[in-house]
């Protein structure tokens, strides 16, 4: 029922505003169907007793070995509340845009939100593979539609790159598929593939190539800064805050239980190039005078850095990397919602253009300041716990890596304070008046900021989550 | 047999038809006849029966393959309505054609002679020549006509010296016979029957637009008719694949053969592919992207187990849905770009007709091989079947190809969806908005339930 649910109320509301387009209406409508998921994703939360709740488990095509199965476990469960959580906050983020056709922006995001549902609903490879694809195809449209400058070339390199690796995901999962041994695709099955370890260094890439670009870690991240700088506000809050922790979950759940020994092999490179790209993307952030093109890139950083935790392969950096890809999903709301807040008063993201705007906007000063507070990952925030786990859990595996990647806070505190510094303070050159923050910002940046800061004192019901995932996850890694 | 029967007669009767004036009796009489002999495929479902002392095998392969072939005529005819409805002369003269090249068609999907395949081809092809030059005042329709003519009875001299050669090394034309002696040869090597066999091949080839015998295939799909150009890489290219692995789907392939199976495989997915980037009109886009998916139907045929048919027979079936759908929509946008083929013509299409708009993406979502649409689950088990036979590297190289592919489609549906823009105004008729919905209705049903299309 949960299942049925989480893919119909998004999928049907976006049928319907589609056809129906009722104008004056469809962000709320929109707001309301968001909203009820994320009633369904926190009731099957509290139902949520432990295991894998498998809904349904059936053959769609038995004779091609097609299979529909569809469930959840403690990290799929992580990923459902992030995208319900955060989907209404997208929703909402579209009053303050004045976006022509509200009704079909309000439809193609809703069909995201299908589609990433079945993305973290899936328990079947192939299953999860054409949720996966499918999540492009609204986002295309949206791009293609709504974006700014050069969005037809921008659009079209962003669709190609993603299925570039979806394709790579497709080869290694027939192949996986072909080799038999008790494996039907379902993730339940997937430990029985035992690939000798030649075969699973290379297969490790083909499956990895996906993620790889989808997160994306250097040197696959050539499509996203210009994405996420073009893409309208909403759109860029959907890739970065929800979609590319679909490459996150795809690491665990598809290119672990398969290539483990594979994993291992290649865990230091992956490391080493995540960091790579924290680094260098926490540089660039600081030489940028957008603020929009400013959060894409330390998005890179941050993305970076949850790669590289993860690839720790031990408790605290997969725990800690889960952990920060939901705080990293809230701030990227959030940052990008200030981003949108601001250009709606100054009329260009510029920063050049801005400065001393908090004697005009005090509170959105004020909420902005909370917002950086979690982004630089002081303590009592949620980035702070997530990273905190992660850098010990780096530790673990080599101290000189944790370094490189604790400098990334250090770079991220520089380029966050200095672009608060362009943006709020200095003198006044704005001599006009201006509306400070409205009941529309509040509604969205306190809800959020509260989240950040509750889970930063008391990170418990997200670590409970996933500590049976990722502990069983681990095992089965040493097993090997 | 008396489906065979009915359509050749059916062909004669719209001759009369035409001859007598009554043009609007044309399409629905030949549709009537058409689902009439559909009717006669599928009540005789499941049985086996040789026709003409065993010359033609209708098994459930041919019967499935046939009666594909009829559904895309039946579709083409209605599409005819609209498309013949300003033409003047001959227009029965081009409805018979097209039965009379069906009728090859249904022959070489069930031929267990090969006499009875090179007749078929030839019964197929003729019709074709004429069709490809249909409009008499075109310069570039009697080109095509006239390249095609000569190329294909070019592949025609190829396809007889093969079959010469096999029976030179076989003593005999019956199919069966062949596949024993190729059985009997094992590893040794038969000169004879091995240049047979690559001479036959060849022939076949030329009909699917393998490369390299693809030359003849861009300039007459953009030359011809569109309803022809449909024609052809729907009901032509099922029924030559059909044939192709009638021909060596039970047969052991000398070593050499299948080399050249994977030469041209490859060759064909480059080229079909890399080419495709560069058109900038529909119609030769078409042209190289039914290369390209020849290309991914040969790697179907790069190793042969129980599955093959079936999946040669889905791919099929749903990549000649998307087509049909596709040419139709190219006819409508040409019309109202008076004449105009580049793909500029879809600009705006989502603003001037939404539905039509939607459609087009679906179809050439499932070119593209977009998962739920059929598409992607014709290229998805292709490529197990070609993994399953171990052809890893190919398969992958088949993948990237995949890639590309997708490129092409997306830019004409970025086209399609160009924001700010409207586009032309297409007239629709009723008839052509139901064939083309229907299409991509059946295009995304086949793609959620992909059970349903199965032999």
């Known amino acids: ?46 139902a949520y007793t432990g295991g894998t709740v498998i809904h349904y488990n059936m053959d769609w095509v038995p004779a091609w070995g097609l299979r529909f199965v569809m469930g959840y476990d403690g990290v799929g469960l992580l990923m459902l509340i992030l995208t319900a959580v955060v989907f209404p906050f997208i929703i909402a983020a579209g009053y303050g845009e004045k976006l022509q056709h509200p009704s079909l922006v309000n439809a193609l995001l809703l069909f995201t939100q299908t589609f990433l549902f079945g993305v973290f609903l899936a328990q079947n490879t192939l299953l999860f593979y054409i949720f996966y694809e499918l999540s492009l195809i609204p986002v295309f449209f949206f791009l293609l539609y709504w974006g700014g400058e050069h969005r037809r070339a921008i659009t079209v390199k962003f669709f190609i790159y993603t299925l570039l690796g979806g394709l790579s995901l497709l080869f290694g999962i027939i192949y996986c598929l072909g080799q038999g041994a008790g494996f039907n695709g379902d993730f339940a099955t997937i430990g029985a593939l035992n690939f000798p370890l030649s075969t699973q260094i290379w297969l490790f890439w083909v499956l990895f190539l996906a993620f790889a670009i989808k997160l994306p870690i250097f040197p696959f991240h050539s499509w996203q800064p210009d994405t996420y700088a073009m893409a309208p506000l909403q759109g860029t809050m959907v890739l970065g805050a929800v979609m590319l922790k679909m490459g996150l979950y795809g690491i665990i759940k598809i290119v672990l239980p398969i290539v483990p020994q594979g994993v291992i092999h290649w865990q230091e490179t992956v490391i080493v190039l995540a960091l790579i790209g924290a680094i260098y993307g926490g540089i660039i952030a600081f030489r940028q005078s957008d603020l929009k093109r400013l959060i894409a890139f330390s998005s890179l950083s941050h993305v970076g850095l949850l790669c590289a935790g993860l690839f720790a392969w031990n408790s605290y950096g997969v725990s800690g990397s889960l952990y920060q890809a939901f705080a990293h999903a809230l701030l990227v709301v959030c940052m990008l919602y200030i981003s949108g807040a601001m250009k709606e008063r100054v009329g260009s993201s510029e920063m050049g253009a801005m400065g001393g705007l908090k004697l005009r906007t005090p509170r959105l000063a004020a909420l902005f300041l909370l917002v950086l507070v979690n982004a630089v990952a002081l303590p009592l925030t949620q980035s702070f716990v997530g990273e905190w786990l992660m850098f010990a859990g780096l530790w673990q595996v080599n101290g000189w890596l944790a370094f490189a990647a604790v400098s990334t806070i250090v770079l991220g505190a520089i380029y966050m304070l200095f672009a608060y510094q362009r943006v709020m303070l200095g003198p006044d050159k704005w001599a006009l008046e201006m509306t400070d923050a409205t009941t529309r910002d509040h509604l969205v940046l306190v809800p959020l900021i509260a989240v950040t800061l509750f889970l930063g004192v008391y990170p418990g019901p997200i670590l409970d989550l996933v500590d049976v995932p990722v502990q069983q996850l681990l095992s089965s890694l040493s097993l090997n | 047999m008396s489906a065979l029967v009915l359509i050749s007669v059916l062909g004669v009767v719209l001759l009369y038809l035409g001859l007598f004036g009554n043009r609007g009796l044309l399409a629905p009489v030949g549709i009537v006849g058409l689902l009439a002999a559909f009717v006669f495929f599928a009540a005789d479902w499941q049985l086996e029966n040789a026709l003409f002392a065993g010359l033609v095998q209708f098994d459930t392969y041919a019967r499935s393959f046939s009666m594909v072939l009829i559904v895309v005529t039946v579709l083409l005819f209605l599409f005819g309505i609209d498309y013949y409805a300003k033409v003047r002369e001959n227009v029965a003269e081009q409805y018979a054609l097209m039965l009379f090249s069906l009728i090859g068609g249904l022959l070489i999907t069930s031929f267990s002679n090969l006499i009875v395949l090179f007749l078929g081809i030839e019964i197929l092809s003729i019709p074709l020549y004429i069709l490809a030059g249909g409009k008499r005042d075109s310069f570039r329709s009697g080109e095509a006509a006239f390249k095609y003519f000569v190329q294909g009875s070019f592949a025609s001299g190829f396809l007889l010296l093969g079959l010469a050669l096999l029976y030179g090394s076989t003593a005999s034309f019956d199919l069966p016979a062949i596949e024993a002696h190729a059985a009997s040869i094992g590893t040794g ?68 053969v299948h080399t050249m199976l994977i030469l041209m495989t490859v060759c064909t997915l480059f080229l079909g592919n890399i080419v495709a980037l560069r058109q900038t009109q529909f119609k030769r886009l078409m042209a190289y992207s039914s290369i390209a998916h020849t290309g991914f139907l040969l790697l179907a045929f790069l190793g042969f187990d129980a599955r093959t048919p079936d999946v040669l027979f889905y791919y099929l079936g749903t990549y000649a849905l998307a087509t049909v759908g596709l040419f139709i929509v190219l006819t409508l946008a040409k019309r109202a770009a008076k004449g105009d083929e580049h793909i500029h013509i879809f600009r705006g299409l989502f603003r001037s007709n939404p539905w039509l708009a939607i459609v087009t993406m679906l179809l050439l979502l499932s070119l593209a091989g977009i998962p739920l649409t059929a598409g992607f689950v014709a290229k998805y088990r292709v490529f197990v079947l070609s993994l399953a036979n171990g052809y890893l590297l190919t398969t992958a190289f088949a993948v990237v190809m995949a890639l590309v592919g997708i490129y092409y489609y997306v830019i004409v549906i970025r086209e399609a969806f160009t924001p700010g823009e409207r586009g032309l105004q297409l007239v629709v008729a009723p008839l052509n908005w139901l064939v083309i919905s229907l299409c991509g209705i059946a295009v995304v049903a086949l793609g959620v339930m992909p059970g349903l299309l199965r032999m």
Do not use: C
């Open chain 1, 1 to 46: 029922m949960i299942v049925a649910l989480l893919l119909l109320i998004p999928f049907i509301t976006a049928l319907a505003l589609m056809f129906l387009r009722p104008t004056q209406q469809a962000k709320n409508v929109a707001l309301i169907s968001t909203l009820a998921s994320l009633g369904v994703v926190l009731f099957a939360w509290s």
């Open chain 2, 189 to 256: 090597t038969d000169m004879l029957f091995l240049l047979g066999l690559f001479f036959t091949i060849a022939g076949v080839a030329f009909k699917v637009a393998a490369v390299p015998f693809h030359f003849w295939s861009p300039d007459v799909y953009e030359g011809a008719p569109t309803l022809v150009t449909a024609f052809m890489s729907t009901v032509v290219k099922t029924a030559a694949f059909a044939a192709f692995y009638r021909f060596i789907g039970h047969m052991q392939l000398p070593e050499a």
